[in-house]
């Protein structure tokens, strides 16, 4: 049986854009299968909206306790506040700049983002729904403060990899691809 990825892209974003394309096609080509959903964002962005997207592919058993979620930024607190609440177990949860509770100064990523954000018990349930969870962070992102980043990393109960200069790990961070993630697949 082939593995199940999901990957889910941030606030702003799309499946379209950075690594997620790269990513979707190493998986692709050796036999693994990958859901990279697209999300509505920022118009109509809220937590039940993106939900309803990720019900679908429970529903119809393609999520499951086998699947791994690969999430970017705002899409990490998202999965965990969906696996909390909707109490769905998976086998891996991999977080790249996650961030949870943090207010940048920015109303329209503020506004859209807090949708999203679960309470510290939520955090430290994360492990009840995952097998193993791995963040990996930079401390030269130019929107998150390491301390925001390595809370939630350590809050979750994940494996921590620190990427020297990698920025949001985003295509202006040159993460067009994202070969380290590969070893954690």
Same mark, same amino acid.
């Given at each position: 049986m082939s593995n199940t990825t999901f990957v889910f892209h941030g606030s702003f974003g %799309?499946?379209?854009?950075n690594w997620f394309p790269w990513l979707h096609g190493v998986l692709a080509s050796r036999g693994d299968t990958c859901f990279a959903p697209?999300?509505?964002t920022p118009v109509g962005q809220t937590f039940e909206s993106w939900a309803r997207i990720v019900d679908a592919y429970r529903n119809n058993g393609l999520l499951n306790e086998e699947s791994t979620l690969v999430t970017h930024s705002s %899409?990490?607190?998202f999965a965990v506040k969906y696996l909390t609440s909707r109490q769905v177990g998976i086998s891996k949860l991999i977080t790249v %700049?996650?961030?949870n509770q943090f207010f940048s100064g920015n109303e329209d990523f503020d506004r859209i983002n807090s949708e999203f954000f679960v309470t510290e018990q939520d955090l430290k349930?994360?492990?009840k729904y995952c097998k193993k969870a791995v963040s990996f962070l930079s401390s030269s992102d130019p929107y998150l403060p390491t301390g925001v980043l390595i809370s939630f990393a350590s809050t979750i109960g994940a494996e921590t990899i620190?990427?020297?200069s990698a920025g949001h790990f985003n295509s202006a961070a040159g993460f067009a691809e994202f070969p380290q993630i590969l070893e954690h697949l």
């Open positions: %799309s499946p379209y854009e697209p999300f509505p %899409s990490a607190v %700049s996650g961030f349930a994360t492990n620190d990427v020297p």
